[in-house]
């Protein structure tokens, strides 16, 4: 998280960004601008499945972290499903080539339309967070006249040690159920026929650096499915969740994939099942930047201000978890450092990307980057300020290609029409 004291970030940019020129990729494209290295989420995806090569394990990247359809394609073809949580993320990844059976359709509020469209294209697994999701499922699925498969999203009530808003698997939190509550479904399993209830499921939270939760919810999940099997249910799949952390400023320790496996397999050990994990960020985060030239420099009363032309509307994560990003200027490293607020044009003062940040001197239209950009940044992107969309580009090698164009002011405001044709309910 944000720290006061002024410091210097000491961050570079990933080596695999150094392959393109980013300058004149800006001047050609525009900024802010998204940028996405196909080799970097190659190599994690690669990394990850090797990690996991001695179990019956099947990824389900978080279409949330990053759902640009290149991007999925790109992991769909390294043999990556997908963990879903709407029918516009359920379109997305079927639209990128991944198979409906490799989708996990989670989420804490299933619409009918959702549930209804999951079945009808076959989806895997529905991760199921309540009683009442159980019940419309049983109902969809009976009108249908076919089978849901479901896992039970087990909330273990494990503190993840990660920020407040992203931390899920605590008691109070929203999502899954308890073991007990669990128990009592699988008991009266019989009251569902529709639904084939034969899998656990839970994430704890996401950003996590540490692995002891994850080992202590495991270790409950593994009590939970012995008793489970003991009691006469077979059990065909074990999803663990994403939620692995990566390294977004120095000093940051993250597990790394063979140590989650390790975890993984020490606690699965013996389960004949299906196992999948639903990674998000740790497969895309440090595979994206997001390019932003400096619009001024601005001198404060009380501190000094770099005023970029990205904001909170592009990249929310600082605004909203007071979240770190390493930022580095493009081109030589010289000139002085100088301490400043980096933010956007934004009416806010929560437009505000870092405080205190020691960099080297800026001047009006240098390129700067924001790195670990991959995640969670552009799909949490907003219009706010009525600022369009910016674009999104891959880049492999000297090439790249423009994955989404940048979003004109004619279609942000596509759809809003002037009050003229007063109806009825
Ligand atoms: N599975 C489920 C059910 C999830 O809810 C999530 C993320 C994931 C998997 C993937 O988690 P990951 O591997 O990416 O940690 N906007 C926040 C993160 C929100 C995560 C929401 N759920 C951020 O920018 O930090």
Redesign the pocket.
């Known amino acids: 998280m944000e720290q006061e004291t002024p410091r210097t970030t000491g961050a570079v940019l990933p080596a695999t960004f150094g392959q393109v020129d980013l300058s004149a990729l800006a001047a050609r494209e525009g900024t802010p601008l998204y940028v996405y290295a196909a080799p970097a989420l190659r190599e994690r995806v690669r990394t990850l499945r090797n990690a996991l090569a001695g179990l019956d394990a099947g990824i389900r990247y978080?279409v949330?972290?990053n759902g640009n359809g290149a991007v999925l394609r790109l992991l769909a073809e390294e043999g990556a499903g997908a963990?879903i949580?709407s029918g516009g993320e359920l379109q997305r990844a079927l639209r990128a080539g991944m198979a409906a059976a490799d989708i996990v359709f989670?989420?804490v509020g299933k619409s009918d339309a959702e549930i209804a469209l999951a079945l009808e294209v076959g989806i895997g697994r529905f991760?199921i967070e309540s009683r009442a999701e159980l019940d419309a499922i049983q109902r969809i699925a009976a009108a249908r006249g076919g089978q849901a498969v479901a896992a039970v999203r087990i909330n273990p009530d494990v503190d993840a040690q990660t920020?407040a808003?992203?931390s899920?698997g605590k008691a109070e939190n929203k999502f899954g159920v308890s073991i007990a509550e669990a128990r009592s479904w699988f008991d009266a399993k019989a009251q569902w026929p529709n639904v084939r209830l034969d899998g656990l499921h839970m994430?704890i939270?996401?950003?996590?650096l540490s692995l002891e939760p994850v080992r202590e919810a495991l270790a409950r999940m593994a009590a939970f499915w012995k008793e489970l099997e003991a009691a006469g249910h077979a059990i065909a799949s074990i999803d663990v969740?994403?939620?692995?952390?990566v390294r977004y400023r120095e000093g940051e320790q993250a597990p790394d994939a063979r140590e989650y496996a390790a975890a993984i397999a020490q606690a699965l050990a013996g389960f004949g099942g299906r196992i999948l994990v639903?990674?998000?960020?740790?497969l895309v985060a440090e595979a994206g930047i997001l390019l932003t030239r400096v619009l001024l420099e601005k001198r404060g009363e009380a501190r000094d201000f770099l005023v970029l032309d990205a904001a909170m509307n592009d990249l929310l994560?600082p605004s909203?978890?007071d979240?770190w990003h390493d930022i580095v200027r493009i081109g030589d490293a010289g000139g002085d450092a100088v301490t400043y607020d980096v933010v956007g044009p934004v009416c806010e003062t929560g437009d505000t990307f870092a405080t205190g940040r020691t960099l080297p001197r800026c001047e009006a239209g240098e390129l700067m980057a924001i790195l670990g950009a991959g995640?969670?940044a552009a799909s949490?992107g907003s219009t706010y300020n009525s600022r369009p969309l910016p674009a999104e580009v891959l880049v492999d090698g000297e090439h790249y290609a423009v994955v989404r164009r940048r979003q004109s002011l004619e279609e942000l405001l596509a759809g809003e029409q002037p009050a003229n044709d007063w109806r009825r309910p």
């Open positions: 978080a949330k972290a963990d949580v989670s989420g991760n920020h808003k992203i899920t994430h939270g996401s950003q996590l969740g994403g939620g692995l952390g639903e990674p998000g960020r740790w994560r909203l978890y979240a995640a969670y949490m």
